[in-house]
């Protein structure tokens, strides 16, 4: 039985998609205001609860011998990014799990002060490292499921907003494949116990992606790229009336002003390890489009 948290999110629906297509047993942590037809549908069980109650984690985890934890924070990275996992490593270890797939951040090791999700997720890593649970440990770049509602977007407008400096790099990841690394991960050997960079076939810059748009719905971007002190007089002004919104905007700046991108080597070594090539962005995007 695999344990999936996340499950209707973009990387967790996939997850599900993949186990279920093997005929895996899946116990699909959601919640019960999200929309989990689809899960259903796919013969996933569904446990509905909530991950921020260890109550409910400690139900969940019953009789698992695999957990695949794919959730976002959604603005509470204390309460879900980090207390969550813990909860979930714990009792991993309580129940005999056999292997603990977690999807962490690229950069999560570079110590970003003003960022709660990459600090979670890095305090995440090394409880999970020291638990005597075997793990995978995915770091991915930025996910190319989160640019379909910009390219939608841009499909009727012509319009990207590209907050901060044009030229970092960054090496968008195909979810597709990220889940298909992540079901991989329980039974490969080589993918045991270690903290893998993921990122997509290529080293891209920001501005690469709306010209990627405009191959794509064949028209001309028109890119708007306002200074990223923008972004830090926001975050002031929200610090006055909601601090955990301001906290928020603080993984936001910290993603805008970094660059998040695998090697060549880094790239070489995840499609040895998993034996597939990994999709470039625009595949991705126009697979998912129709176009």
């Not at 109650?53 to 879900?80: F, M, N």
């Not at 298909?180 to 080589?190: G, I």
């Not at 805008?256 to 090539?277: G, H, R």
Request: charged share 25%; net charge neutral.
């Amino acid at each position: 039985m695999f344990l999936v948290t996340g499950a209707t999110g973009g990387i967790g629906r996939r997850v599900v998609r993949l186990l279920r297509e093997n005929n895996a047993r899946v116990r699909a942590f959601v919640r019960l205001s999200s929309r989990y037809d689809e899960l259903e549908h796919r013969g996933a069980e569904l446990f509905i609860g909530e991950l921020r109650e260890p109550r409910d984690i400690e139900k969940a985890c019953r009789q698992v011998k695999y957990i695949i934890s794919t959730h976002g924070s959604r603005g509470d990275a204390l309460a879900l990014d980090y207390r969550a996992n813990i909860e979930l490593i714990d009792q991993a270890k309580a129940n005999g799990v056999e292997h603990f797939v977690f999807i962490s951040v690229l950069g999560a090791e570079r110590g970003y002060e003003d960022a709660p999700v990459f600090k979670a997720k890095r305090e995440v890593e090394r409880y999970l490292q020291t638990s005597g649970v075997n793990y995978t440990i995915l770091r991915p770049a930025g996910l190319a499921s989160n640019l379909l509602p910009l390219a939608e977007t841009f499909r009727q407008t012509g319009l990207y907003l590209l907050i901060g400096d044009r030229t970092n790099r960054t090496s968008i990841v195909s979810t597709d494949d990220l889940a298909k690394m992540a079901v991989d991960s329980v039974t490969l050997l080589a993918a045991c116990n270690q903290v893998l960079s993921v990122g997509g076939s290529e080293i891209l810059t920001r501005e690469d992606i709306p010209h990627i748009f405009g191959r794509i719905f064949n028209r001309e971007p028109v890119i708007i790229n306002p200074p990223l002190f923008l972004v830090d007089g926001l975050r002031g002004a929200l610090g006055l009336i909601n601090p955990q919104a301001e906290k928020a905007l603080g993984t936001f700046r910290t993603l805008l002003a970094n660059e998040f991108f695998c090697t060549k080597e880094e790239i070489a070594k995840l499609e040895a390890i998993f034996n597939f090539p990994l999709e470039p962005l625009e595949s991705f995007l126009r697979r998912h489009l129709s176009v």
